[in-house]
């Protein structure tokens, strides 16, 4: 069964900092493309940032470049997204998907709000 499980959401002032993880379990993680997106309300969702298989190749949302960092541990078949300045705007629901041989997964999200 496949799985993805997002953490490390919350509450955050403005110019802070947060991490997420994505632990995936019942595919073959290495295989997989990993990308975050958000869906902020009324808006639709979004591409943060994405992960080649191997980690070599990542991109980023225009408003996410310099302050997002999309990184993956192979070995632990996690994902992690690191989030710095953050801003009101960030404010979403992010989610984690998995995208390979097999087709595209997605997470249940996980909540960050920014505000102070």
């Known amino acids: 069964q496949v799985q993805l499980v997002e953490s490390g959401g919350g509450l955050v002032q403005p110019g802070g900092s947060l991490r997420l993880s994505c632990a995936a379990s019942g595919f073959i993680f290495s295989r997989y493309d990993m990308s975050w997106y958000r869906q902020a309300p009324g808006k639709e969702r979004e591409l943060v940032a994405r992960s080649t298989s191997t980690g070599c190749g990542t991109n980023y949302g225009v408003s996410m470049k310099g302050r997002f960092t999309i990184s993956r541990d192979n070995d632990k078949n996690t994902v992690y997204l690191t989030m710095n300045s953050l801003e009101p705007e960030d404010t979403a629901v992010y989610y984690c998907?998995?995208?390979?041989?097999?087709?595209?997964?997605w997470g249940q999200g996980t909540r960050v709000t920014v505000s102070s």
């Open positions: 998907k998995a995208a390979g041989p097999r087709g595209e997964y």
